[in-house]
Nanobody, 119 residues
């Protein structure tokens, strides 16, 4: 069993910054991709960024240049540094990891953390 715990969400003014963390624990042998998603009210869940086990990163256009994803493999933790936040960034943010067991990959999700950006 794998458990993800997110932290770092909250209320911030436009232009401000927040740093989200997501720590994985449990039966983890090998984490492949780690990523962040968000879902605003009435909208579909949106992929924001991911980072591979080798450190390659990818970002959605909506956050490119403002958000930075990173990971600490020793701590099984992924981070999302969010700068220059905008009101439209308001959403519930979720982390996701892909754990490799043999030849299979398994998705795990965090419980979500609310980010609210005031104008």
């Amino acid at each position: 069993q794998v458990h993800l715990v997110e932290s770092g969400g909250g209320l911030v003014q436009a232009g401000g910054s927040l740093r989200l963390s997501c720590a994985a624990s449990g039966s983890i042998f090998s984490i492949n991709h780690m990523g962040w998603y968000r879902q605003a009210p009435g909208k579909q869940r949106e992929s924001l960024a991911y980072i591979t086990s080798g450190g390659t990163t990818n970002y959605a256009d909506s956050v490119k240049g403002r958000f930075t994803i990173s990971r600490d493999n020793a701590k099984n933790t992924v981070y999302l540094q969010m700068n220059s936040l905008k009101p439209e960034d308001t959403a519930v943010y979720y982390c996701q990891i892909v754990v490799i067991v043999g030849v299979n990959g398994y998705d795990y999700w965090g419980q979500g953390t609310q980010v609210t950006v005031s104008s």
